[in-house]
């Protein structure tokens, strides 16, 4: 079994475009466990109760940003080392910043193609 088979992923965005676009991504290149939320506090509450293998996090969201959700993920012990990609509609270079002091994993700016992607989550895991 590959890794992508095994990877369980939590995409939060609160756009459905971005989210299905997405999971449509991570479907091509073989990861087909892909669990959705709308909002880093639904995220936050997926993860403590079924943590994911990585997370997948616009920057920009109502109720709890992508920030807010990464600074939570790494505050809770069970979930503090789960990978985590930020994804930014720009390439503000403050945002990055603050999301690497904050433990992300890696980033990717918006659209996110397929070969960015699996770039991505390689860089983490190693090939799929």
Known sequence: MSVADQLRVLIVDDTSTSRLLLRDALDQIGV?????????E????FMMDTPAHLVISDVNMPIMDGMGLLKAVRAYKPTQRVPFIMLTGQADRSVIEAAAKLGVNNYLVKPVTIVKLKSAIEAIFGKL
Not at 32 to 40: M, R, S
Not at 42 to 45: N, P, Y
């Open 32 to 40: 087909h466990k892909v669990f959705f939320a709308t909002d880093g």
């Open 42 to 45: 639904k995220a936050l509450k």
